[in-house]
């Protein structure tokens, strides 16, 4: 067969690119590049994959792709997995598809093989996108269908005498622009920190002295105490004053901030499948972006505009991971983030604190701040009616003061009057009982006050 590989130089589509070779069938590996390759990195993975067996090995770049239909929802959605995580693999997972869905079709491959394993979300995000952009192609999966375990692939290799990916397989390692993640090995529970080495973009942590007590280690301040980020349109535009396309905005922030180990994370959560799992990912310029670009909305955009957004940037999120970027939905949720973005225009100041970031100041020509002659906690707007808060706040408040009277009991009625019982009475001898009724009914009639109390009556 005349196969196209989606080959990624890790240790199941090296497995792939030898076993699949050496069946006899013409192996060409392709690999998207999404970003997080080297010049030096992209020939080493060429001649690897040559090396392994294939036929032919070649690249087909996406990274302005990746940016313009993924990366600018994300940034203008705030999208962090879990509140925690921005999607670094999802982000690139279904346009990778797509785009080798595309080359299959094109150049007339009998299948697209692919190396994703049956316990993760990768098989998921491919199988979707590649049933919804080229449903007639035929899809290969040995890893997921045949199950080996990380141990069988390094002996197979070993065997063959093919050497072992870089990070020698022990971990699962996924780079592109939108950041990292490593999978596998400790991370396999929840117990153990992924040890210092495995750490491959951010700065390493600093070495504990012998004489101090053990304490948990900080980043190396190595790299810069200040960050400014500026936007335009939700966009990020320049860094620190120095205008730059996108693609290398980002490539240049996830050098920049990796080196005072920004970015650094661990995320746990659902998985597709319904199992939990866990990763360590390490994504510098994502957080930098992602935190200074949500400040700023918080500035210029209203309440309800940020919190219709986020909440369906969410769903976006969601969906992403799932492998569902191909879903019409997708695109009305894209229309709406891009509508929230004219006014995201302005400079973010950022402090690297620690391995973290604190945002110092922005500069806005739209702030809602600077609109108001208001100051907050001193003097209400110019314009504005003091007592008026009072009303609002008792507007606001009454569902809950009705709720309370509700709760109580209800007190005893005080405009009705009551009379005690009467005796009873005694028909006197030789008086008619219809005489008698008649006379009762006289004086009831008598007063409006008698016969209201009779009749339960009270106006």
């Known amino acids: 067969m005349n196969i196209l590989l989606a080959y990624s130089g890790g240790l199941d589509t090296s497995y792939l690119t030898a076993k699949l070779s ?29 090396a392994l067996g294939a036929a032919s090995h070649r690249f087909v770049s996406a990274k302005d792709t990746l940016f313009e239909r993924v990366l600018t ?16 693999v999802a982000a690139e997972r279904s346009i990778q598809a797509e785009l080798l869905a595309q080359l299959a079709v094109s150049d007339g491959f009998d299948a697209l093989a692919h190396g994703c394993t049956a316990a993760g979300n990768d098989q998921v995000r491919f199988e979707a996108a ?55 090995g400790v991370l396999l529970d929840t117990l153990e920190p992924l040890p210092e080495e495995a750490w491959l973009w951010t700065v390493p942590a600093a070495p504990a002295s012998p004489a101090a007590p053990a304490a948990p280690a900080s980043p190396a301040p190595i790299g810069p105490t200040t960050i400014s980020v500026s936007f ?15 693609v290398e905005l980002i490539e240049y922030l996830n050098a920049l901030a990796g080196a005072s180990g920004i970015g650094r994370g661990y995320h746990t959560g659902d998985t597709v499948l319904g199992i939990k799992g866990r990763i360590a990912f390490e994504a510098p310029a994502a957080e930098v972006l992602l935190t200074a670009h949500g400040e700023l909305e918080k500035l210029v955009l209203t309440g309800d505009q940020r919190f219709w957004k986020d909440h369906l940037a969410e769903l976006y999120g969601r969906r992403l991971h799932a492998g569902l ?118 004086i009831a009639t008598a007063s409006p006050v008698i016969e209201a109390a009779m009749t339960g009556s009270c106006g």
């Open 73 to 88: 929802h994300l940034i203008a959605g705030n999208v962090r997995r879990g509140g925690t995580y921005p999607l670094c």
């Open 22 to 50: 050496a069946e006899g069938h013409a192996v060409t590996a392709v690999t998207v590049d999404c970003g997080g390759f080297s010049h030096s990195e992209k020939k080493a993975v060429a001649a690897r994959a040559l």
């Open 232 to 246: 335009k349109g939700g966009l990020p535009t320049a860094v620190d004053g120095v205008a730059m396309e996108p």
């Open 325 to 442: 970027f191909h879903d019409p939905l997708m695109r009305n949720l894209e229309a709406l983030f891009t509508s929230t973005q004219e006014r995201v225009s302005g400079t973010v100041m950022l402090q690297v604190h620690g391995a973290g970031l604190l945002v110092t100041g922005i500069d806005t020509p739209h702030s809602m701040l600077a609109a108001s002659d208001a100051r907050y906690g001193e003097r209400p707007a110019a314009a504005a009616d003091p007592r008026a808060a009072v009303g609002l706040a008792r507007t606001m408040a009454e569902p809950a003061r009705l709720f309370a009277a509700a709760a109580a009991p209800a007190p005893e009625p005080t405009n009705v009057l009551s009379f005690p019982a009467p005796a009873p009475t005694q028909v006197a001898t030789g008086v008619e009982p219809q005489k008698q009724n008649a006379a009762v009914s006289q």
């Open 130 to 184: 590649l049933w919804t952009c080229a449903p007639e192609l035929t899809v290969l999966a040995p890893v997921r269908d045949e199950a080996p375990s990380r141990a069988d692939q390094r002996a197979y290799l070993e065997a063959g005498g093919h050497a072992l990916p870089p990070a020698g397989g022990e971990y699962s390692i996924n780079a592109g622009l939108w950041g990292l993640t490593i999978g596998g």
